[in-house]
């Protein structure tokens, strides 16, 4: 069955390490999407990818950096320049038709160590 | 900007009972709309979504929501809540030009009493 991975589904961060959030997609889609979730804040944007080997910006992208050198993976890395990582991210794809939804993974739960 | 608000944090109906959630968006024109449900420490599921036409739209679990333009708003109902239904359920906007992105609502917690 195609879906979204993202690992590991639990993470450690010590002050001042960065660390690297994996989401693979095997639904041939062509956009990617990273959110943060905090309790009582729905979910907000924090990188986007329509296409190979480009990103863009979304909301709250201060701290956080991403790659997309394949289709199929998104990686997002949280910096120590990101002063309150403790949170719930999730990994989204899409086709880049806007009537098309957006699907998910089952997240990874950062926390300060 | 476009913007999606849900105005009740929590919700608790009792097993049987029909559930309403809402959901208002803020945009000049008619955005896609979308509901998702999420239960603990998972991922998003998508129970429905509208893009044009029949303002009512059918989902899985037996959910449905209706459109209302004069209203703004994208309300999402189930006649019989089962015990199974509890959950955190977002609505949420994707407007053209938009660069295909979701703008959620913080979302309704459900619990649902035996």
């Known amino acids: 069955d195609g879906g979204i991975t993202q690992s590991p589904k639990y993470l450690f961060r010590k002050e001042g390490q960065n660390v690297t959030l994996s989401c693979e997609q095997n639904l041939n889609h062509d956009a990617m999407y990273w959110y943060r979730q905090d309790p009582g804040q729905g979910l907000r944007l924090i990188y986007y990818s329509q296409i190979v080997n480009d990103f863009q910006k979304g909301d709250i992208a201060e701290g956080y950096s991403v790659s997309r050198e394949k289709k199929e993976s998104f990686p997002l890395t949280v910096t120590s320049a990101q002063k309150n990582p403790t949170a719930f991210y999730l990994c989204?794809?899409?086709?880049?038709?806007?009537?098309?939804?957006?699907?998910f993974g089952d997240g990874t739960r950062l926390s300060i160590l | 900007a476009q913007s999606v608000t849900q105005p009740d944090i929590h919700i608790t109906v009792s097993e049987g009972a029909s559930l309403e959630l809402r959901c208002n968006y803020s945009?000049?024109?008619?955005?896609?709309l979308f509901w998702y449900v999420q239960s603990p420490g998972q991922g998003l599921q998508l129970l429905l979504k509208y893009f044009s036409g029949d303002t009512l739209v059918q989902g899985i679990k037996g959910f449905e929501a209706e459109f209302k333009r004069s209203q703004s708003s994208f309300n999402l109902r189930k006649p019989s809540v089962h015990w199974s239904d509890a959950a955190e359920y977002f609505c949420?906007?994707?407007?053209?030009?938009?660069?295909?992105?979701?703008?959620f609502g913080t979302g309704t917690q459900l619990k649902v009493e035996l």
């Open positions: 949420a906007v994707k407007v053209t030009g938009g660069g295909n992105k979701l703008t």
């Open positions: 945009y000049g024109a008619t955005p896609y």
């Open positions: 989204a794809s899409s086709p880049r038709d806007y009537n098309q939804p957006q699907h």
